[in-house]
């Protein structure tokens, strides 16, 4: 807090001080590069090279008059996180002093060392160029991290060759597909008048744990991989349901006012915090932003959520399955169409013309994610989400659609080719021409569903919460290009660009009753933790993609090089590259929590087993000593000394099963998934039930009882 004051009166303050946008950027700019540079942010008109010099003049002043001493172009590269590299403004004269300098073409362009990061085989450690280019479109902000200020500027990343090699070139990309296609359907409803572009927005709620950082020092799980490889549940976890929504600790709460502030100050629109399911599990989310700043926005707030946890004490967890057994971590991913007008092209309207757009949206939605449901998948397929998607808490590796009882019931009569009415009776104010009329929130809520029609948006809940956002809306954007395009040719094809209105409604309805015909299988209201969904979506031909290793290998079919190819999002090397570095990290990552297991399970789990078994040992001799037979203790012994055998051959199952293949990524993967993740299991089964009988002072790792429920 601030001057004293609370942190609602200190958030209107601060918020946006630190990002280059809105009133900061008209106080600093001349009124006419403002104004070019708002149309390049606001509607995607192209930038005008002119102007850089006089924005980075503007930028550098501003960022000083901050603090800041450097500036960086901040990129997200395919690892997954955001990356930087400072340079100084200082520029030495040669008279022995020196000026700040901060050019325009410093603004547009940057070359850091691309070899260092992933390219999936795009360049080789000795092509070593790589360029970053100004994204106008996202705001520059100033990172403080202690007493030091930097200039970030959002930039893309590129090899030398023009191939994109980070997440943002892509998501830009896709962000264009989707909108062009969408101006089509726009144009033969006669709904596009004074739009120029239409913008994809995305509000992400993100998922958390907290700790304390004492007990994250002593785990070197936690510290190395982000999750826990061992340890029993405890005895109290979320049956009673009594931290969801429950009143925040005041530690948790003072943590909650930092991040927020931090966020604000960055004009990250954060909006809602609460408890969530499991004990230590938060959610912080923003109101909604175009695809592209919600996207930097959410990698920012992933940045600030673990800087700042260590100024309290805790360390905040983003894997998505922190602790075996608990609620996992998810990132819900909410999703729609709008245009730069301001209409949101998902919200169904009273007016029964547009209800019929919005149900022309709705079903390529719907087209979409039938025929890419495994893309999907595989957009959002990690070695972390894994552990998360499929159990009984999160969404399944399926991906259906839920829909909800009005809208499906409509879907249904159109199917028919006969949508006359809404299922809660009364409203037939549609007549016999018209598409019926949608009320919002006329469906009840779905948890169990991976995406999910939420009145106005759809919710994508399967995304991981340590992912970046990016290539989920990726895939996303593209196979939704992919269906309005279809969409649109179709109608061009029957009605011509500007049909009658009798002539289009004839056409709109024939279309989506053969599109819903066709894609109807893929919407599923049902519970989706339920085991029958699993043999009833197997009947309905969906792909049924348990883990990464069975959903990564779908980007590198056909299908998937035809259609990133087609909407210009991907290339075939780039979307090549793409996959095996996603295969690459699922192998990496596994091998990594393979070694820590057994350097866990060696260096604590069992010295503590021995000692404990040497410890009943003496007990034991010491009662056949005194003549008194421990029958207990005898048989406990004998248990342990079995189990610590069994630890022991396990461990050396999980060596053998981690030793180093030579084969390519995608048979790597499917190594790891059939034998090497099996192996932890049982070794961590043995060890969890181990930790069980062993002493709390000489079991050396906190305990879930403990890490769990912060004091
Ligand atoms: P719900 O209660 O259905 O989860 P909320 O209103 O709490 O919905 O919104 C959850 C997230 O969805 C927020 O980040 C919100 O800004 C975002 N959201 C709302 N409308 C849209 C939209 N049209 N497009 C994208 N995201 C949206
Ligand atoms: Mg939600």
Request: a negative charge; one cysteine or more.
């Amino acid at each position: 807090m601030r001057n004293g004051k609370g942190d609602a009166t200190v958030a209107a303050e601060v918020y946006g001080e630190l990002t280059f946008a809105g009133e900061i950027m008209r106080k600093h700019l001349p009124e006419n590069v403002y104004r070019t540079l708002r149309l390049t942010m606001q509607h995607g008109s192209p930038l005008d090279p002119e102007i850089a010099n006089t924005v980075a003049h503007a930028m550098k002043r501003w960022a000083i008059e901050h603090g800041a001493t450097h500036y960086s172009h901040w990129f997200q590269p395919l690892t997954g996180s955001t990356a930087e590299k400072h340079d100084a403004f200082i520029t030495p004269t040669g008279d022995g002093h020196a000026i700040e300098r901060f050019s325009g073409d410093q603004l547009v362009q940057g070359e850091p060392d691309a070899s260092s990061f992933p390219s999936g085989g795009i360049r080789e450690t000795f092509e070593a160029r790589g360029y970053t280019a100004w994204d106008a479109t996202s705001p520059a902000f100033i990172y403080k991290s202690g007493d030091t200020a930097t200039l970030c500027i959002p930039t893309a990343f590129v090899s030398w060759t023009g191939e994109a090699l980070d997440k943002k070139t892509p998501l830009l990309r896709s962000i264009q597909a989707v909108s062009k296609q969408a101006l089509r359907v726009l144009k033969i409803f006669g709904t596009d008048e004074g739009v120029s572009q239409v913008i994809t927005t995305l509000g992400c709620e993100q998922e958390y744990f907290l700790i304390d950082r004492e007990y994250w020092e002593r785990r070197e799980d936690l510290r190395l991989c982000g999750r826990t490889l061992l340890g029993t549940p405890a005895a109290k976890g979320h049956q009673l349901d009594d931290h969801y929504f429950g009143a925040i600790p005041e530690r948790v709460m003072a943590f909650m006012a930092e991040v927020e502030r931090r966020l604000y100050e960055l004009g990250v629109p954060v909006k809602t915090r609460h408890n969530e399911v499991a004990p230590g599990q938060y959610e912080i989310a923003p109101i909604f932003e175009n695809a592209n700043v919600a996207t930097d926005h959410q990698m920012l707030i992933m940045q600030i959520l673990r800087a700042v946890a260590p100024h309290h004490d805790f360390v905040c967890l983003l894997h998505e399955k922190p602790f075996a057994g608990v609620n996992g971590s998810g990132k819900h991913n909410n999703w729609a169409l709008s245009t730069d007008t301001g209409v949101n092209l998902l919200d169904p309207r009273d007016d029964a013309h547009t209800n019929m757009q919005f149900l022309v949206f709705l079903v390529a939605v719907i087209r979409a994610v039938d025929l890419h449901a495994d893309l999907l998948r595989a957009a959002i397929a990690s070695a972390a989400n894994d552990h998360r998607l499929g159990a009984n808490e999160a969404p399944p590796a399926i991906i259906s659609i839920y829909l909800g009882d009005m809208l499906s019931d409509i879907l249904e009569q159109v199917a028919r080719g006969q949508a006359k009415s809404t299922k809660r009776g009364g409203k037939l104010n549609l007549g016999a021409h018209t598409l019926p009329q949608i009320p919002r929130h006329a469906g009840d809520r779905n948890r169990t569903s991976p995406f999910a029609f939420t009145g106005n948006k759809f919710e994508f809940r399967a995304v991981g919460s340590s992912a970046s956002i990016a290539w989920p809306n990726t895939v996303l954007n593209t196979i939704v290009a992919e269906s309005l395009d279809y969409m649109a040719t179709q109608f061009e094809r029957k009605v011509g660009k500007n049909p009658t209105p009798a002539r289009l409604e004839t056409a709109v309805k024939a279309l989506l009753k053969q599109v819903v015909r066709e894609h109807r299988r893929v919407v599923f209201d049902g519970d989706n933790y339920s085991f029958d969904w699993h043999t009833e979506a197997e009947n309905r031909g969906l792909p049924v993609l348990r883990t990464a290793a069975d959903a990564l290998p779908a980007l590198t079919a056909r299908k998937a090089q035809a259609l990133f190819n087609k909407y210009d999002v991907l290339s075939k090397r780039e979307l090549q590259a793409r996959t095996s570095v996603l295969l690459e990290q699922y192998c990496t990552i596994v091998g990594i929590e393979a070694r820590t297991l057994v350097s866990m399970l060696k260096r604590e789990a069992l010295p503590a087993a021995l000692r404990y078994q040497a410890e009943l040992a003496g007990a034991v001799a010491a009662s056949d000593a005194a003549g008194v037979d421990a029958v207990e203790a005898r048989a406990d012994l004998q248990y342990l000394v079995e189990q610590i055998a069994e630890l022991y051959r396990a461990i050396e199952l999980v060596e053998k099963a981690e030793g180093a293949g030579h084969e390519d990524a995608a048979r790597h993967a499917a190594r790891i998934r059939d034998r090497l993740l099996p192996a932890m299991e049982q070794a961590r089964a043995i060890s969890d039930a181990l930790e069980q009988s062993i002493p709390d002072d000489l079991w050396p790792l906190p305990r879930y009882s403990e890490m769990l429920f912060l004091r």
